[in-house]
């Protein structure tokens, strides 16, 4: 089984920062592509920044340039520099992982149980 934890969220004001992290842990061969989706309230879930675990990135364009994926590898960990927030950013962040269980195997998807991000004033 793989189980990703996640911590870091919580009430910024707008502008402010939070870093979330994601920590997977279990019993696995490889983890491949790690990132984080998020869900306002009525809204359908969307990407919001992904790295492979050769360092490539992705973002949404909504959060380009005040948005950081980044990922420790040995510590099986991907995290999200979130700056310049916006009243818009809030929602419940998801971490996910693409995760090769087996040598060979077709890499399943693994998520955390969410972290809610509210920016208000």
């Known amino acids: 089984q793989v189980q990703l934890v996640e911590s870091g969220g919580g009430l910024v004001q707008p502008g402010g920062s939070l870093r979330l992290s994601c920590a997977a842990s279990?019993?696995?061969?490889?983890?491949?592509?790690m990132g984080w989706y998020r869900q306002a309230t009525g809204k359908q879930r969307e990407l919001v920044a992904a790295?492979?675990?050769?360092?490539?990135?992705n973002y949404a364009d909504s959060v380009k340039g005040r948005f950081t994926v980044s990922r420790d590898n040995a510590k099986n960990t991907v995290y999200l520099q979130m700056d310049s927030l916006k009243p818009e950013d809030t929602a419940v962040y998801y971490c996910?992982?693409?995760?090769?269980?087996?040598?060979?195997?077709?890499?399943?998807?693994?998520w955390g149980q969410g972290t809610q991000v509210t920016v208000s004033s």
């Open positions: 996910y992982a693409d995760v090769g269980i087996d040598r060979g195997s077709i890499p399943d998807d693994y």
């Open positions: 279990g019993s696995f061969f490889s983890i491949y592509a």
């Open positions: 790295v492979t675990s050769g360092g490539s990135t």
